[in-house]
């Protein structure tokens, strides 16, 4: 017991003038290790007389704690001092930076979404905006789907407590304008959305934009909604884009469509990105359901809605296949901007 005693308080005395993070968790492993001096020496005391036992135990106590303690400020100090160099060696000299080779255009999300306000503006749509958190009457039931609609399930929605949400798309910005104002109503809402999903594909925050025409009457019709998109993709992808209209299903529309546009990899020709048919799908749209209107309390109006991913429209539009590309700042992807 003596010659560990001894050994323990040689090691706190050699660990107070180690300087090398080896050399320390060597010394610490010899010493507080599973097989360590302390360790031996607490194994040890079954061997000692009960008289003593208690007063070495206590020794070895207060030994143990002292290690520790040294051992922690020794740590922090190698740590410190390795931080110092480390922030010496990467110094960065600003002066090497040219200015104009970081200028940049924006983020591609962003660039995205100001090319198709500018296109709606013109138009003479409003832009307006609501909050990320909505109740559920504004973001499923006014907009057609109630409690037990199937449309919920392809919605994985981050709840709250109390029926509140992260909004899963931006139509209840429509809902709340429809209330807030009267006929006639050319508005664009953009904004951020949430779902519980990510892939290659898919982000558990992505952005949309979506539009809304209302007027009096029953004039408004599915060719007005044609017309408007078409001018609106070509204004996008070029007047050499080919464009489908595909009958589709959406509960706060009908009839509903979904958009195709030739595939910007293949031209058309079948790939793997497009599933070999030529196109891909951009947005969804179609005549407002009777149901919405009737949620908001308009009585006879028409009018038309469609919506799109921000991030599918800028990754078709500039050739960038990962989704996630977007969000991790990595540079041979936003220095292109």
Not at 134 to 161: C, G, I, S, V, W
Not at 252 to 277: L, N, Q, W, Y
């Amino acid at each position: 017991m003596v010659e560990l005693k001894k050994l323990i308080t040689d090691s706190i005395a050699e660990l107070k003038s180690v300087n090398d993070r080896t050399q320390l968790e060597s010394l610490r492993i010899k010493v507080s290790g599973k097989k360590g001096y302390i360790a031996q020496a607490f194994a040890a005391l079954s061997q000692i007389s009960t008289d003593s036992k208690k007063e070495v135990a206590a020794d070895l106590h207060i030994l143990k704690k002292e290690f520790e303690s040294l051992f922690h400020t020794q740590k922090e100090i190698i740590d410190s001092k390795e931080l110092e160099l480390q922030l010496k060696q990467e110094k960065i000299d600003a002066s090497l930076f040219k200015a104009h080779g970081l200028m940049s255009n924006g983020h591609p999300i962003y660039q995205m979404r100001d090319m198709i306000i500018d296109f709606f503006i013109g138009l003479n749509f409003s832009l307006q905006d609501a909050g990320f958190i909505e109740d559920d009457f504004h973001n499923f039931e006014a907009l057609n789907m109630p409690k037990y609609h199937p449309a919920r399930d392809m919605q994985d929605t981050f709840y709250f407590q109390d029926s509140m949400l992260l909004r899963t798309h931006t139509s209840p910005t429509q809902i709340r304008t429809m209330e807030q104002n009267k006929p006639p109503i050319r508005m664009i809402c953009t904004g951020a959305t949430f779902r519980r999903d990510y892939d290659l594909t898919h982000s558990p925050m992505f952005h949309q934009c979506e539009g809304l025409v209302v007027e009096h009457g029953d004039h408004i019709s599915f060719a007005h909604l044609k017309d408007i998109l078409v001018q609106f993709i070509q204004y996008i992808f070029g007047n050499d884009v080919k464009i489908r209209f595909r009958s589709s299903f959406f509960p706060f529309t009908e009839p509903s469509a979904e958009v195709d546009i030739s595939c910007m990899f293949c031209k058309g020709s079948g790939c793997r990105v497009c599933s070999h048919t030529g196109f891909l799908e951009i947005l969804g749209c179609g005549v407002v359901h009777h149901n919405v209107f009737k949620a908001v309390g308009y009585e006879d109006v028409s009018g038309y809605a469609f919506g799109m991913g921000i991030e599918r429209l800028a990754m078709l539009k500039w050739g960038i296949n990962d989704l996630r590309s977007f969000y991790e700042t990595d540079l041979r992807i936003l220095e292109q901007f």
